[in-house]
């Protein structure tokens, strides 16, 4: 079964950095983008940026270039999404999600279980 | 950047009856467009690729069509486990996606 494993809960004040991760098992890790999106409280979903573990080549959403920075252990099959210093306003649930292709299409599935960030003094 | 639109933003239904939720996108996608359900404190799901390919697992009362800019996506009888916030995705950009503003479906 393909299954993204994401880490637990965080609480952080503001200021603090914060990495936080997205186990891949039951494919080929290094074969699929994954990607990153965010959703605020209440708020719709927002796709942030995607790398692809095989080599480590990410791209970003103009929105949050220079605000996060996305990483993968491919010996690990795992992918991160870390801030160097965390503001209130990145409170919100983090979605990793597998990218996959077939026909000329492309979609993200399956996804993550989410990890909510906090950020409050 | 592709802009994503969806209507209505939220809707009231009752068991039994047939919802149409529309996506229009900014300029011409194809058929890159994908639709996700996402239940209170789920993360989304996969329901529709490619405008119109049913995922394995989904139910065959849900339906998505179009082409272009705008596409739509049917439930053909709803059920109580359908009352969900649906979005949709384009994906025609390389490596760069837009999610639609959801709409959330609940009960009447």
């Known amino acids: 079964e393909v299954q993204l494993v994401q880490s637990g809960a965080e609480v952080k004040k503001p200021g603090e950095s914060l990495k936080i991760s997205c186990k891949g098992s039951?494919?080929?890790?290094?074969?699929?983008?994954i990607g990153w999106v965010r959703q605020m409280p209440g708020k719709g979903l927002e796709w942030m940026g995607i790398i692809y573990p095989g080599d480590s080549d990410t791209r970003y959403s103009p929105s949050f270039q220079g605000q996060v920075t996305i990483s993968a252990d491919k010996s690990i099959s795992t992918a991160y999404l870390q801030w160097s210093s965390l503001k209130a306003s990145d409170t919100a649930m983090y979605y990793c999600?597998?990218?996959?292709?077939?026909?000329?299409?492309?979609?993200?599935?399956?996804w993550g279980q989410g990890t909510l960030v906090t950020v409050s003094s | 950047d592709i802009q994503m639109t969806q209507s209505p933003s939220s809707l009231s239904a009752s068991v039994g009856d047939r919802v149409t939720i529309t996506c229009r996108a900014s300029q011409s996608i194809s058929s890159y467009l994908n639709w996700y359900q996402q239940k209170p404190g789920k993360a989304p799901k996969l329901l529709i690729y490619a405008a119109s390919s049913l995922q394995s697992g989904v139910p065959s009362r849900f339906s998505g069509s179009g082409s272009g800019t705008d596409f739509t996506l049917t439930i053909s009888s709803l059920q109580p486990e359908d009352f969900a916030t649906y979005y949709c995705?384009?994906?025609?950009?390389?490596?760069?996606?837009?999610f639609g503003p959801g709409t959330k479906v609940d009960i009447k």
């Open positions: 999600a597998r990218h996959a292709e077939n026909w000329g299409s492309n979609w993200f599935d399956p």
């Open positions: 039951g494919y080929s890790f290094t074969s699929y983008w």
């Open positions: 995705q384009q994906s025609y950009s390389t490596l760069s996606f837009t």
